[in-house]
């Protein structure tokens, strides 16, 4: 069974600073998704970058990066430039490329900008 | 479009009551699914969809039941409701039910408090 896990249940970072959310996971197959989501105070999801597995390079959104690690099992999100929007909790997501498209998500991360 | 669209946003039941929980998409999208939400737990698969007329469980099916009698809805019972079931429920679908780009569009969740 796949796992997600975040470690760092809460974080905080200056504003215009970087931080990196750290995400682990543990899954048998060799193919599958990666995803960073983001939720404000509204509750709403909002996706913030995905990664496929079978590619190398490292996907980028702005000011949001990842540094996917897959012999490592390891999927941390960069966020550079911090603004106060940033302030939210942060979930990694999984979802295996066969069958249907359900997501496995991680416990998440509280991210605290600080002015 | 009004994307993913779920009602009530807040509902207090008692135990042993039942109630369902509404949740339309209009963007003719096959997969649907819900997730609920608690402190501490990230989010957890309840049930998917993968058109209409098919219906399987996630990681936690239990006390829960849904139907899928046409694309646009995807409404969840809870026959019975018990304390355990107090949480933030979230409807999320997309496109189609697997896919490389495949996002899932969340909506605005429904918090539901059982006393």
């Known amino acids: 069974a796949q796992t997600v896990t975040q470690s760092q249940p809460e974080m905080s970072v200056q504003e215009a600073e970087t931080v990196t959310l750290s995400c682990t996971y543990d899954?048998?197959?060799?193919?599958?998704?990666l995803f960073w989501y983001k939720q404000p105070p509204s509750r709403q999801m909002i996706l913030v970058i995905r990664?496929?597995?079978?590619?190398?390079q490292n996907a980028t959104e702005n000011r949001f990066s990842v540094n996917f690690q897959k012999a490592a099992k390891s999927f941390s999100l960069k966020i550079s430039d911090s603004q106060l929007g940033d302030a939210a909790m942060y979930f990694c997501a999984y979802r295996a490329v066969t069958g249907a498209n359900n997501l496995f998500f991680g416990t998440g991360t509280r991210l605290t900008v600080i002015p | 479009n009004a994307g993913v669209t779920q009602t009530p946003k807040f509902q207090v039941l008692k135990t042993g009551q039942s109630m369902t929980l509404q949740c339309a998409q209009d963007?003719?999208?096959?997969?649907m699914s819900w997730y609920r939400q608690d402190p501490g737990m990230g989010l957890r698969l309840i049930h998917y969809s993968v058109g209409a007329g098919i219906t399987d469980q996630g990681e936690v099916p239990n006390g829960y039941n849904v139907s899928r009698s046409t694309t646009e809805d995807f409404p969840l019972r809870l026959l019975s409701a018990a304390p355990s079931q107090t949480s933030v429920y979230f409807c999320a679908s997309s496109y189609s039910p697997s896919g490389v780009q495949e996002t899932q569009y969340f909506g605005p969740g429904t918090r539901l408090l059982v006393l």
């Open positions: 899954t048998s197959e060799s193919d599958y998704y």
């Open positions: 990664q496929e597995a079978y590619k190398q």
């Open positions: 963007m003719n999208h096959e997969y």
